[in-house]
């Protein structure tokens, strides 16, 4: 039988010392959207405007990283839609910053704002446009579907794909990795935490 403290290594089991000394001191962990937490397509509607699909485990992800009352999470991305305020709100994601052309300048307000170094603070992206937060924060996290020249700009690529778990993959890397997996996922393994 499977329990919480059990199934708290299947991920970062695989981390070697560095990678866990980066995801350690996380204070925050800020998600581009388009391309990270879906798929990356844009659907446009007769009416102009746009619809996106979101992962149902990547927001449970969200959640349970919420949960652990250490890690805040934050949206940061360079298109505007109804759709991402609408999926921010659902999961109580309160630093939502849309339609940024120039990320670099809104991390260092968030930095300003929340008092966090860059070490305490990691990056999920995909695409040129998320390289200089990348170069900055203390986890860079890249999907595998991201374009070839964010690669290498990566601490680390997740196994799962944009908008099909890459949020969820890191919030439960994070969970693990900072000892909070067992006590925000004991209900669900019928624990005690």
């Not at 919480?4 to 995801?23: E, K, P, Q, V, W």
């Not at 485990?57 to 505007?80: C, K, N, P, W, Y």
């Amino acid at each position: 039988m499977t329990t919480a403290s059990t199934a708290s290594t299947i991920l970062a089991d695989a981390l070697d010392d560095s990678m866990r000394a980066r995801i350690a001191p996380l204070r925050m962990m800020i998600f581009d959207v388009d391309g990270v937490l879906t798929d990356g397509r844009i659907i446009y509607l007769d009416d102009g405007s746009e619809m996106k699909q979101f992962s149902v485990q990547d927001g449970h992800g969200i959640r349970l990283l919420q949960r652990s009352g250490r890690v805040e999470v934050a949206f940061l991305t360079g298109r505007f839609c109804r759709a991402v305020e609408h999926r921010a709100a659902d999961l109580g994601v309160k630093r939502l910053y849309q339609n940024v052309k120039r990320k670099l300048e809104v991390y260092e307000e968030i930095l300003a704002a929340t008092g966090l170094r860059d070490h305490e603070v990691g990056f999920a992206g995909d695409d040129l446009i998320d390289i200089p937060v990348m170069r900055r924060v203390g986890w860079a996290v890249a999907v595998p579907n991201a374009a070839s020249h964010v690669l290498p700009y990566a601490h680390y690529i997740t196994r799962a794909r944009g908008g099909h778990g890459a949020g969820r993959e890191v919030c439960e890397l994070i969970l693990q990795v900072q000892g909070t997996w067992q006590a925000v996922t004991a209900a669900y393994f019928g624990e005690l935490a």
